[in-house]
């Protein structure tokens, strides 16, 4: 009940954010370079939509870091923190290769982020299958020829990467979709559009709460599955691109 009282919050504030940046005072009489700037102001009620929508969607990162708990803990009460280093790490990269991108089209580097963002987390999924260290039977020793905690490691870092680079695409559409904006209306733009990230983000996690509620800890038979969800889910939102 909670989890849905949390989603309901979210969609609230998502729509509060989405009315007030779609709605636009009454026009006044304008002198023409005033007109002409007018006219140049972007639409905001769809990519605010699009952005709110791709925040939204659910994530099963909190259980697969539950599984990696699961896997290493027992042997290696150490490896958590170190892997959460790792993924730092990862972020860190992705930051300062994104700024090496080619093309400065938002929308295209939105796109593509989020694919691959999607893609990069299907691996992940192989965790289910591996047994946990110190464990003598159930699941697997090694997948793709890695240890467990090279794969652990390896599918970590790589959805890190990814990630980092599809929040880097929507925040800097964000930001530059709020620098078209005239006057002092920026920097309220930009702020309710990180609203309705905070919103999106609250609501992509209480579903991502729905979802798992079935899923009992140290009993992974079910996460594969929820990550090729999960993953589908979040590309969904990119059907929204044609609106922007």
Known sequence: ?????NVGCALVAGLCGFLALSVRGPRAELAAPLIEEEERRPRLGPPALLLF???AMPSMGPTLTNVEFWLLF???????PLLSLASVAASLVA?????????ENDRLW???TTVTSALASVPRAGLALLRP???SAGGRRKLWGLGRVDVVLVTKCIASFFGEAATLASSTYALRLAARVPGAN????????????DAGGACGAALSAALARHVVYGVWEH???????????AVGPLGLLFLV
Do not use: H, N, Q
Request: aromatic share 10%; with cysteine; hydrophobic share 50%.
């Open 74 to 80: 027992a042997r290696r009460p150490c490896a958590p």
């Open 223 to 233: 996460v594969p599955r929820l990550v090729m969800v999960c993953s589908a889910l």
């Open 95 to 103: 930051c300062g290769a994104y700024g090496f991108r080619r093309s």
């Open 53 to 55: 929508a791709l925040e």
């Open 1 to 5: 009940c909670g989890a849905w009282v």
């Open 110 to 112: 939105l796109a593509a």
């Open 186 to 197: 920026r920097a309220r733009t930009y702020g309710v559009l990180l609203s309705l990230f």
């Open 133 to 135: 260290l110190g464990a």
